[in-house]
């Protein structure tokens, strides 16, 4: 217990000091380069406007959430200062609407999709996986093989691009104006069965799409990793002691097989939610992707460095559970972190 | 190496198209013009003899931006794939080797840069920064692409550090860059080589994902400029115009298959259970 307790300590000071590094890259980048946003800012209000240089650079100081006249040192003390209240400073383009709240409005959606893409992904895909290891070299595998290399190939913005084309312009089987958004415009989100396959309605086409390109990866994993699995002495031993298949394929083979994959299921979570961007792009589906890309249409700079720090934690999170969950269903992870 | 990649069909045909493709991209350009001139008349014209893929929005021919369009791509991926490369070898080399505090320090930016979202970073990148430049991109995007090469060439160096001949080398006074070159990454090279194809074909993944954004600035007529523009401007409702978006979709795909199943070739030469019969 002593074991789990420092390794999870080791864990969680590792995360933070991620998200630490992080968010002092980004301060750092928005201030520290020639003609960086607050400068640009400070001349537009000057140049367009009209006002005063101390005026602009005390808009520029509230909305960035900091004085560019202090000295560097402090105004990253201020910085870090609001990051632990939870204060990411305001949008420039929507004054008085504070960067987190505007985050949070976007971010369920693509945590949600995501999620359970790459879950239903993960899922299908290791039974499938399995199946192409037990049954080697036959016909399935090398269809499965085939199917999953093809789908894993095609980046998953083009997939969701030939969706649109075909299945929504030429061939018009999918609404795809209709399906464009969160939710349908008029309905308010509650638990009801309506509003939750109103949801669905929304997000199935970027649920899919996450499934369709992730799926391939995780058969092909799965099945090298089952099929390296059959070749362990303890599945010859357990035949040899006369255990039923059923019992040797989820006990002895299932279990150690799919061991390997955790790890890559947050790593597969990181870069599903980083592609979101691109899919919900090509879907108009508004979550942080669709966000994001607006921000940086508009050069919305506290709105962008408030997305990828937030983004960045939400995968930092999804890191530390996936290891602190491996390390308790693998005990040499956490003596080897003890080293 | 060229010999392991015959041993699978897959691999071999994988390998034959990624060639044709580079040979296209290389040699296609000099035998097309390279300015291409609006012509308001022909503008999103059906395939036919003259035009076979069609024309875009400009009346300008798609077939001829496909050919010249594959170069930036696909150099782009292969140098970002080196400069990946290069980090991951040299330093994780270093850090197995010297161990101590700088081992510490490689593993941990090594953590961090793999959690950071990359897509995401990039995006926020290429709003700071004028992106215009394939250097440029191939540095950015092949300088968050190294951690896991980084980790398996530091497990390697630590695991054949103890190898008897690195031992000899070590007593014979070779010096460390020697023992690292000569003994260390001609083992390693099947799975340097395979990495090499999976950082290209993140690396591509992403380029033509920014300019597809429009984050990248659209200078010329590349694969990924195509679809953004094609996507951008409407071609998609024309079932005349349709290949101006499905020429670049195909291309991009074929390319990044023809890159996974040389990976795939490759995996099968690591872990020769997989191997077919």
Redesign the interface.
């Known amino acids: 217990m002593a074991i789990l307790k420092r390794y999870a300590v080791r864990r969680v000071l590792k995360a933070l000091l991620t998200v630490y590094l992080v968010a002092t890259g980004t301060f750092f980048l928005v201030r520290m380069l020639p003609g960086n946003p607050v400068e640009v800012y400070i001349n537009t209000q000057m140049s367009q406007y009209g006002v005063s240089y101390a005026e602009a650079s005390s808009q520029a100081a509230g909305l960035f959430s900091f004085n560019p006249n202090e000295p560097l040192i402090q105004q990253y003390g201020d910085f870090l200062a609001g990051l632990v209240r939870g204060d990411l400073g305001e949008s420039l383009l929507a004054p008085g609407t504070s960067v987190l709240d505007i985050v949070f409005e976007y971010l369920p959606w693509t945590l949600f999709s995501v999620g359970l893409g790459v879950l239903i992904s993960f899922a299908l895909g290791i039974t499938l996986g399995m199946l192409m290891a037990y049954w080697r070299e036959s016909w399935l595998d090398h269809a499965l093989s085939l199917i999953g290399s093809l789908l894993q190939s095609v980046p998953n913005y083009l997939l969701a691009m030939l969706v649109v084309v075909f299945f929504g312009v030429q061939l018009e089987i999918l609404p795809i104006a209709d399906m464009r958004g969160a939710y349908s415009p008029g309905v308010t989100p509650n638990l009801s069965f309506d509003f939750l396959s109103d949801v669905m309605y929304h997000a199935g086409l970027p649920i899919t799409i996450y499934v369709l390109t992730t799926i391939g990866g995780w058969m092909l994993v799965m099945k090298s990793s089952t099929v390296e699995t059959l070749g362990e002495d303890y599945v010859t031993v357990a035949r040899a002691r006369g255990l039923t298949d059923g019992r040797i394929r989820s006990a002895y083979v299932g279990r150690n097989a799919v061991l390997p994959l955790v790890p890559q299921l947050a790593i597969t979570l990181g870069f599903v939610v980083g592609g979101s961007i691109l899919v919900e792009q090509v879907f108009q589906y508004q979550g942080i992707g669709y966000l994001l890309f607006q921000s940086v249409q508009r050069r919305d700079y506290p709105v962008l460095q408030g997305i990828l720090l937030v983004v960045t934690i939400a995968v930092v999170a999804a890191n530390l559970i996936a290891d602190l969950l491996y390390g308790r269903l693998d005990p040499r992870v956490r003596l080897n972190g003890e080293e | 190496m060229l010999r392991s990649l015959t041993r699978s069909k ?1 691999g071999f045909a994988g390998f034959i198209v990624f060639a044709l493709m580079i040979l296209v991209a290389v040699v296609g350009p000099f035998f097309t013009p390279s300015h291409l001139s609006t012509d308001l008349n022909a503008v999103y014209l059906p395939p036919s003899t003259g035009h076979p893929l069609g024309t875009d929005s400009e009346g300008r021919d798609i077939a001829i931006q496909m050919i010249n369009g594959g170069r930036a791509v696909i150099l782009v991926g292969v140098l970002a794939a080196a400069i990946s490369t290069l980090i991951a070898i040299v330093f994780g080399a270093l850090a197995a080797y010297l161990g101590g505090w700088v081992d510490s320090l490689i593993v ?1 930016v090594t ?2 840069v ?8 990039l ?6 920064y004028k992106l215009d430049s394939p250097w440029v991109l191939a540095a950015i995007l092949g300088g968050f692409a190294w951690p896991y090469l980084l980790r398996s060439v530091r497990a390697q160096v630590f695991s054949l550090k103890e190898r008897e001949y690195v031992e000899a080398a070590q007593l014979l006074d070779l010096g460390t860059g020697w023992i690292v070159g000569r003994e260390i990454l001609p083992n390693m090279a099947t799975f340097i080589m395979m990495n090499f194809v999976v950082t290209m ?1 993140n690396a591509i ?1 992403a380029l ?2 920014l300019y ?2 429009g ?1 990248a600035p659209i200078v010329d007529d590349n694969w990924g400029a195509m ?1 953004n523009k094609a ?1 951008t401007r409407g071609a ?2 024309f ?1 005349d115009s ?1 290949f101006y ?2 020429a670049p ?1 195909i291309a ?2 074929v390319l ?2 023809s ?3 040389m990976t ?1 070739s490759f ?1 099968e030469i690591l ?1 020769p ?2 191997r ?2």
């Open positions: 897959a941990s953590d961090i793999l959690t950071v979202p990359q897509i995401v970073l995006a926020v990148l290429a709003s700071l074909t993944y033509v994902g597809f954004l984050l679809l996507w998609i409702f079932s349709l978006v499905l979709v991009i795909s990044q298959l890159l996974v199943t795939r995996e872990n259970r997989l077919e019969s």
